[in-house]
């Protein structure tokens, strides 16, 4: 009974884009793991706040995240 946890910072994903995940998430899984497996493959998501989350002692918000994705630095 596989859980996979996704932890993110709120604000970063939009619903579409948290459901594309779990979606995508559980195809990756029942392809390892059989299609038999999918009725109790979890797949979850954990939103943190802006500021709550920290890489090498800086704290990071969405705003943070967005301008990574475009390439600029945080």
Same mark, same amino acid.
């Given at each position: 009974?596989?859980? %996979? #946890?996704?932890?993110?910072?709120? @604000? %970063? +994903? #939009?619903?579409?884009?948290?459901? =594309? *995940?779990?979606?995508?998430v559980?195809?990756?899984?029942? =392809? %390892?793991?059989? =299609? @038999?497996?999918?009725?109790? #493959? !979890?797949?979850?998501?954990n =939103? +943190?706040?802006?500021?709550? !989350? $920290?890489?090498?002692?800086?704290? *990071?918000?969405?705003s943070?995240?967005?301008?990574?994705?475009?390439?600029? $630095?945080?």
């Open positions: 009974m596989p859980l %996979v #946890t996704i932890d993110v910072i709120k @604000n %970063v +994903f #939009t619903p579409q884009q948290k459901q =594309e *995940l779990i979606s995508k559980t195809a990756a899984m029942i =392809e %390892v793991e059989g =299609e @038999n497996l999918r009725p109790v #493959t !979890w797949v979850r998501i =939103e +943190f706040e802006s500021g709550d !989350w $920290a890489i090498g002692g800086q704290s *990071l918000g969405a943070d995240v967005h301008a990574m994705a475009k390439g600029k $630095a945080a």
